[in-house]
């Protein structure tokens, strides 16, 4: 995007933003995860997985989830 463009979106908006940037460690799944959550998304092990990043993500960022 250039730099001219750039500038006339923010003088649009009125407005300042900011960003929160939330530092995780490393999600790695366990055996744990994968019999604690096993029916929440699916059969597979990275369904599991992928459901648990989700929902880890939505709680801390404060995100409806939207199927």
Not at 16 to 44: C, I, R, S, V, W
Not at 46 to 63: F, H, I, N, P, Q
Request: hydrophobic share 45%; glycine share 4%; proline share 4%.
């Amino acid at each position: 995007m250039r730099f001219f463009d750039l500038l006339c979106l923010i003088a649009a908006s009125c407005t300042f933003y900011h960003a929160k940037l939330h530092m995780l460690a490393p999600f790695l799944p366990n055996d744990y995860m994968y019999e604690t959550h096993a029916n929440k998304q699916g059969p597979e092990k990275w369904e599991t997985y992928a459901w648990a990043v989700r929902d880890l993500l939505c709680k801390l960022g404060g995100w409806a989830k939207l199927d």
